[in-house]
């Protein structure tokens, strides 16, 4: 058992050490550079001399190896300096967005992951009736949606004709809300992309769920369960379900992870302050300091989510241990 | 395996949900950063009408610099009385943070730099027409474009009460001129002495004369206080709060996702006439578009897409269109084979119908561009210079050139095909739909194009790299523009044809032609109007004969607000309605 964690930590942090290598290396593999926004927008008029004083002071002019050794002890010491567009902390940009994100995609995950599982196992249970090729049906259009597009239908639906809900934001940025008022916006807010969110990524639990009970029910274990002549709902929360839900829990343990790297599609819809927005725009903007901070994040995340499935699947199902 | 209590799941779950929910909690309300000052008694009373006493009546500069003197501040005193703005608040969607309004901070012209302006006050500002008129300055004279004398308001105070003085515009000058700014920072290292003579009288001299200095310097720096900014190093200058301006409105917050603005009741213009604006991030323009029809926000500071513009005009919302100096130009790489040859590039300029793809990609919303680089509306174009569509004299141009068409109808020079690549920007749509069309144009008359779409910075990488005219360039044809203050300044169109980089630094496409670069250097030292409009027209019919580049078209720029919140936008030529003119009623309209 030493010797299995021992390997198992080994392998992390190897993997920890390739991706923050990548995390430094593949924003500076991509064409382009962060000069127009170090320098501002009027980068052309400026002088040959202010440029280069410009990437000096950013420290861009050492030869890339010595940048790199830099980039390591700053990791290792915590620091990640500062965006190259935003002038900020990398920590202070990346703490203000994180809550929301995982305010929006763990709820979003939570709910999804609850409704997959439930109309899952029914839709496995009642195979080739109405209820099950009408969930089926439902669940693949769904599936084939388009996030931006949901985005913008309940916009228009529920935001503009509607009226019951707002169309950006995760709060209302100028009312100075406090107390409940506070939490009934940031509610509000968080309704549509929620729904957007859970309409997109809800399939695919509700499929695995429903393949996963289709081959647990054929199991002998589930005829002995009906041989015993135990009642219907017994058979299939008791035997069946428990059983069917180990491939939903990979599948959610590594949402898990991702949960952090937020939802660029649904954030930019609703302008929502999350992660996903983030990265992507400081790949526009080449902002190196920002990709490297914010990548490393997600990475240790989605680590830390596969490291909780390695310990917990072995008390999911005994099985995998290995037996000496 | 040994079950958890079920509790403690529970209470695990429970936990992480309270840690993500204080997170997202209001913040502490920490004690404002500017209290809104309560306006002194002594001060409020006073009328704005001081501005009126100090405008000269002696028309000193001689008109043909260009430079009016001040307008007697009559609008200041009909401003005055209005201790209430008419409208209260209002609400404006933007695209993407803008740093801290920080003079060093902003990202985008539009409108970032007219958000600042609404803090910082320069010593002249552009009127609706483009025109410098003194803000800060009470007069600015000249006679040589080379020795600028300047009288101050009386009066003026930064937001915390404290007077501004010449003393504060010499130190913002000096300071920009040794810390770079990207903007300004080379428009002001043309003054060689600054002189004060009292807190409000002061003299700048610049190396050599330069009738560009009132726009591209006076109307632009904007002038920083003394106290917050002395000795910050460059490295530094980003984390200044923009706490302390002097203009219409001071900053009270300024987030990633929102800005908040109030009115400042002594401003010495008057009171503006919205008491606070606030600006909503919102980075899609669909969702801001709908944000406007909810009425959640009043106005969106992106352009309206040419087919928005008809559903957007419908009350209570209203458009307010007018031209944009921003360009749309097809680049051509000089240093890349065929396109040395003045034949090859004049062929692609005339088989291109401008005309259409104003037509097509912005529903007839838009200028069509002349090739002299000049906006047709500026008034120093040379009417002379037309923009030319003529698919037999392209084909004529090309047989000429040995160009002969190959058996799939591609034209073969040099025992070439003529097929290339043409680069577009992602974040551009209408410019690749327009490289599409230039696709089908450029086949008619034998040559073959395909189009690339790449993310800006990496089209700036092959076409401009480290926006440096002098590093290699790695690319045939390049869809590109430039943004609107371009043509602000007429002496500007010799940036992009130059052939020495440290003028040229916009000659993205190493066009060289001395007899060019004599008319340009002409053109940047013209004192007089008269003659420097004359030094253009020439300079315009030359870049019309070389094509250095071809110009396409100027698109129209449309802007949606609701009218019922409030209508006071005025529509900078060229620029858009969210500028500072909006809210100081009078002024330069």
Not at chain 1, 78 to 91: L, M, R, V
Not at chain 1, 161 to 180: I, K, Y
Request: aromatic share 8%; proline share 8%; hydrophobic share 45%.
């Amino acid at each position: 058992m030493t010797g299995f964690f021992g390997g198992k930590v080994a392998q992390y942090a190897l993997v920890l050490f390739v991706t923050i290598t990548l995390n430094f290396l593949l924003p500076r593999l991509m064409p382009g550079s962060p000069l127009a926004y170090l320098a501002g927008e009027d980068v052309g008029a400026m002088s040959a001399q202010d440029r280069a004083r410009v990437i000096s002071d950013a420290g861009l002019d050492r030869p890339p190896f010595e940048q790199y050794l830099t980039y390591l002890g700053n990791v290792v010491r915590g620091e990640f300096g500062y965006s190259f567009q935003q002038k900020k902390p990398i920590g202070t940009i990346l703490l203000d967005r994180l809550p929301w994100t995982l305010l929006l995609t763990g709820t979003a995950l939570l709910i999804s992951t609850s409704l997959g599982i439930v109309l899952g196992a029914i839709a496995g249970w009642r195979r080739g009736r109405r209820t099950d090729l009408a969930a089926l049906a439902v669940f693949i259009f769904l599936e084939s949606l388009p996030g931006f597009w949901v985005g913008m239908i309940l916009v228009a639906v529920f935001g503009v004709q509607l009226g019951l809900f707002p169309t950006f934001g995760a709060r209302d940025a100028f009312a100075r809300l406090t107390g409940v008022d506070y939490w009934v916006d940031v509610g509000k807010h968080l309704v549509l992309p929620g729904i957007t969110l859970v309409a997109i990524t809800v399939s695919a639990t509700f499929l695995t769920m429903r393949y996963s009970m289709l081959s647990v029910l054929g199991e002998d274990y589930v005829t002995v369960a009906r041989a015993k002549g135990l009642a219907e709902p017994q058979v299939l929360f008791r035997h069946a379900v428990r059983n069917a839900l180990l491939p939903v829990a990979t599948v959610f343990l590594l949402n898990v992870g991702q949960a952090v790297a937020g939802a660029t599609v649904i954030e930019t819809v609703f302008s929502y302050p999350g992660v996903g927005r983030l990265m992507y725009e400081a790949v526009l903007a080449r902002d190196y300091p920002l990709l490297q901070g914010g990548f490393l994040m997600i990475t240790l995340s989605v680590l830390a989510a596969n490291m909780l499935a390695d310990l917990v699947y072995p008390l999911l199902d005994p099985r995998v241990v290995k037996r000496d | 395996m040994t079950p958890q209590p079920r509790s403690a799941r529970v209470g695990a779950l429970a936990l992480a949900t309270m840690l993500l929910l204080a997170a997202c909690a209001p913040a502490a309300p920490s004690a404002p950063t500017a209290a809104p000052a309560a306006p002194k008694p002594t001060e409020a009373a006073k009328p704005a009408a001081p501005a009126a006493t100090t405008a000269p009546a002696a028309p000193t500069v001689p008109a043909a610099t260009g430079i009016p003197a001040a307008k007697p501040a009559a609008p200041a005193a009909t401003a005055a009385p209005a201790a209430k703005p008419s409208v209260r608040s209002l609400r404006i969607a933007i695209a993407t943070d803008e740093g801290t309004l920080n003079p060093y901070t902003y990202k985008t012209g539009y409108p970032g730099w007219n958000m600042l302006n609404l803090v910082w006050d320069s010593l002249m500002q552009l009127d609706a027409q483009n025109v410098p008129q003194p803000l800060l300055a009470a007069s600015v004279k000249t006679t040589d474009a080379m020795t600028y004398d300047i009288t101050m308001r009386p009066g003026i105070k930064w937001h915390d009460g404290k007077p501004l003085t010449s003393e504060d515009v010499k130190f913002t000058y000096e300071y920009f001129i040794k810390i770079t700014h990207s903007r300004f920072s080379s428009p002001l290292r043309a003054i060689d002495t600054i002189t004060t003579d009292g807190p409000e009288r002061l003299t700048i001299k610049l190396k050599a004369p330069n009738p560009s200095f009132p726009v591209r310097a006076l109307a632009d720096a904007p002038i920083i206080p003394r106290q917050e900014w002395d000795n910050v190093p460059l490295e530094r200058t980003k984390e200044i709060p923009a706490k302390i301006g002097s203009g219409p409105y001071k900053l009270i917050e300024a987030t990633d996702t929102a800005y908040r603005l109030e009115a400042n009741p002594d401003y010495f213009l008057g009171a503006p006439p919205v008491g606070e604006l606030l600006f909503p991030v919102i980075k899609d323009l669909n969702t801001a578009l709908q944000a406007l029809r909810t009425g959640e926000v009043q106005a969106v500071a992106r352009e309206l897409p040419p087919e928005q513009v008809q559903p957007f005009s419908q009350a209570p919302l209203k458009v307010s269109k007018g031209p944009g100096f921003a360009s749309t130009l097809l680049q051509f790489n000089l240093e890349r084979a065929p396109f040395d040859k003045t034949e090859v590039r004049q062929a692609i300029d005339l088989a291109i119908d401008k005309k259409k793809l104003v037509d097509t990609i912005l529903l007839g919303n838009g200028t069509v561009a002349t090739p002299g680089f000049v906006h047709p509306d500026s008034p120093n174009h040379d009417p002379s210079v037309q923009a030319r569509f003529d698919v037999a004299k392209a084909k004529q141009l090309l047989d000429q050139a040995g160009a002969v068409p190959g058996p799939d109808g591609i034209r073969v020079l040099n025992g070439k095909p003529m097929a290339f690549t043409v680069l577009a920007q992602s974040e551009q749509p209408l410019r690749i739909r327009a490289a599409e069309l230039i696709i089908g144009m450029l086949k008619e008359v034998g040559i073959q194009t395909t189009v690339k779409v790449l993310d800006n910075n990496a089209v700036i990488d092959l076409v401009w790299k480290d926006f440096d005219v002098t590093k290699p360039r790695d690319y045939e044809l390049a869809m590109f523009g430039w943004s609107a203050p371009v043509q602000v300044d007429p002496a500007r169109v010799v940036d992009f044809a130059h052939s020495d980089p440290t003028i040229g630094t916009g000659n993205i496409g190493a066009y060289k032609n001395p007899e060019a670069d004599k008319i340009g250097d002409q053109v940047r030292a013209a004192v007089d109007p008269a003659q420097r409009k004359q030094l253009i027209g020439q300079y315009e019919r030359i870049l019309a004969t070389d094509v250095p580049f071809v110009m396409l078209y100027f698109q129209d720029l449309a802007y949606a607000y609701r009218a019922d919140a409030y209508d006071g936008w005025l529509f900078q030529k060229g620029q858009g309605i969210i500028t500072k003119l909006s809210f100081l009623p009078g002024f330069g309209r």
